[in-house]
C-alpha cells in the first residue's frame, strides 16, 4: 500500500458523449439570444428536402450555418457562394454529429436589397436564355377585334384600359380575366389567367398590369414562372405595370412595354387609328376619283346636246327619247359606282383578316423551330455515324493480320514469297524460307525436315 492513498480525491464518474454535448447544447443555446452574424457564403447547398446548408467565413473563421424549408420558401433571392449577407437567427448544437451551427431565421444581402438582388438574378437567367431577344417579340395587330386583359377588378387600371378602348375604338371586344396582382399568391394566380384567356377565340393581343406601388406591391410581376408563361403565350402581350420609371421582368420579357395601363390601351387603339385613316384618305381619294368621272360624263353630255341642238329640226331626239337616254346614263354609271365600291369593301375586309406581319411573323417561329429539329437529327445521325465507324474501325483492327503479328505471331513464307507454308511437308532440308515478324522479316534455312 501506498503511503498517503487515503488521502488521494476521490475518482470522478466519466461523462458520456451524450451528457457532454448535452451540456454543451444547454451552454450554447442558452448563452446567446437572437444575433446577428455578416459574412461570407461559401458551400452553399440546397437539398432537394427545401432546406439550405451553407458556411459564414470572414478573413479568421468560419461558421456553419442552416436555413430549413419553412423558412427558405419566404427568401426574395437564391443564396450563393460569395454573397455577402447577414443572417439572424440562434446558435444551435446538432448533437448527431458534435456540431455547432446558427439555425438562421432570415438572410439579408449586405449593402444590397434582398428584392433588388432576386431581380438582377432573374434578369441574368433570363436574359442568357434569349427571353428578351428583340427577334423573339411579335408585332401587335392592326385591327384587333378581341382584346385580353388580366388585372385586378379593384384596381383603376381596368377602368383606365376599358375607357380608352371604348372610347376610341367602339368595335372591339374586351375580355377581362381577374387576377390578383399583389401578394404571395399573385404570381401562380396571373400564369393561371394568362393561361385561361389565351384559350378564348379569336384573341388577338393581351394586356396584362395593374397600376403604381411599391417594389414589394409590384413583385408579382417580377416571377419567373409568369416570365415563362408570358413568353408561351400564342398571341403578343402587353405589360403595363405601374408607372413609366417602373420596371419589371413582365416588361423585359413581353412583346410591348406601355409605361401605364391606360397608355397600353392607347398602343392597342393607336395602330388601329392609323389604319383606319389610311382607310378614310382611300376613301377619300375614291370618291374624288367617282366625281372626276360624272364631271367629264357630264360635261361629254352637255357638248353631245348642244352639238344635236344644231341639227335639222327633223332629226333632233324628241325631249322623251333624251330623258331615256339620260337614264340610261344615270343609271350605268350608279351601277358602275355600286360595283366599284363593293370591290372597294371586299378588298378592305380582305386586307383586315390578314395582317402580314402576323403572318411572317408565325412563319418565323415555326422556321426556327423547324432549323433546331433539324440541327439536332443532323447531329444524332452525325454522333451515331462516328459510333459505327469507330466500331468498324475496332473490328477491323481486330481482324488485321498486323494486329495477330503484334501478340507475337509470324507468318513464314517460301523463299519467293509467293505463298504461305502451313505445313511442314511443303519444305525440305535447305529450303530457304522467309519468316514476317510485326517489325520486319527474318530470312531463314531449313536445317532437317520431320
Known amino acids: 500500500m501506498l503511503p498517503f492513498d487515503d488521502a488521494r480525491p476521490p475518482v470522478r464518474a466519466a461523462l458520456s458523449v451524450s451528457e457532454v454535448t448535452a451540456r454543451l447544447k444547454a451552454l450554447v443555446e442558452g448563452g446567446f439570444g437572437v444575433l446577428s452574424v455578416e459574412g461570407e457564403i461559401s458551400n452553399c447547398r440546397q437539398w432537394s428536402s427545401g432546406h439550405i446548408y451553407f458556411t459564414l467565413k470572414d478573413d479568421y473563421a468560419q461558421l456553419r450555418a442552416v436555413m430549413f424549408r419553412t423558412t427558405a420558401r419566404l427568401l426574395k433571392f437564391r443564396p450563393e457562394d460569395g454573397q455577402h449577407v447577414v443572417a439572424r437567427g440562434r446558435l444551435g448544437v446538432y448533437e448527431t454529429k458534435g456540431e455547432y451551427q446558427l439555425v438562421c431565421d432570415a438572410l439579408e444581402p449586405h449593402g444590397l436589397g434582398a428584392l433588388q438582388l432576386a431581380f438582377e438574378q432573374l434578369k441574368r437567367k433570363l436574359g442568357a436564355e434569349g427571353l428578351f431577344e428583340a427577334a423573339r417579340k411579335r408585332p401587335l395587330p392592326v385591327l384587333p377585334r378581341r382584346i385580353g ?60 398590369g395593374r397600376g403604381g406601388g411599391s417594389a414589394e406591391d409590384l413583385w408579382a410581376f417580377n416571377d419567373e414562372r409568369l416570365a415563362r408563361a408570358i413568353a408561351a403565350c400564342p398571341v403578343p402581350v402587353i405589360s403595363a405595370v405601374g408607372h413609366e420609371v417602373d420596371f419589371t421582368i413582365a416588361d423585359f420579357v413581353a412583346d410591348v412595354r406601355a409605361a401605364t395601363p391606360s397608355n397600353a390601351a392607347e398602343i392597342v387603339v393607336d395602330r388601329s387609328d392609323n389604319f383606319q385613316t389610311r382607310m378614310e384618305r382611300a376613301d377619300h381619294r375614291l370618291a374624288a376619283s367617282m366625281r372626276l368621272v360624272l364631271d367629264r360624263r357630264r360635261e361629254r353630255a352637255g357638248r353631245l346636246d348642244a352639238t344635236l341642238r344644231q341639227w335639222p329640226a327633223g332629226i333632233v331626239l324628241r325631249d322623251r327619247d333624251q330623258r331615256e337616254a339620260d337614264f340610261r346614263l344615270r343609271r350605268a354609271i350608279g ?44 447531329m444524332a445521325r452525325r454522333q451515331a455515324a462516328e459510333a459505327r465507324s469507330r466500331e468498324l474501325a475496332a473490328r477491323l483492327h481486330a481482324l488485321s493480320p498486323l494486329a495477330v503479328l503484334g501478340r507475337g505471331y509470324a507468318v513464314c513464307w517460301n523463299d519467293e514469297k509467293t505463298s504461305i507454308i502451313r505445313s511442314e511437308q511443303a519444305v525440305h532440308a535447305g529450303d530457304a524460307v522467309c519468316v514476317t515478324l510485326a517489325d520486319g522479316e527474318l530470312r531463314c534455312r531449313v536445317e532437317r525436315d520431320r
Do not use: H, K, M, N
Request: proline share 3%.
Open 149 to 208: 386583359v388580366i388585372t385586378s377588378l379593384d384596381g383603376a387600371a381596368v377602368r383606365d384600359i376599358v375607357r380608352v378602348l371604348t372610347t376610341r375604338y367602339s368595335g372591339v371586344r374586351i375580355v377581362v380575366r381577374p387576377a390578383r396582382v399583389q401578394g404571395e399568391d399573385a404570381p401562380a394566380d396571373l400564369v393561371r389567367a394568362l393561361a385561361a384567356i389565351a384559350r378564348v377565340p379569336e384573341l388577338d393581343v393581351v394586356i396584362i
Open 335 to 378: 351601277r358602275r359606282v355600286a360595283r366599284a365600291a363593293e370591290r372597294f369593301e371586299a378588298l378592305r375586309r380582305r386586307l383586315e383578316r390578314r395582317d402580314v406581319r402576323r403572318i411572317t411573323s408565325d412563319l418565323a417561329t415555326r422556321l426556327a423551330g423547324a432549323d433546331v429539329r433539324l440541327r439536332a437529327l443532323a
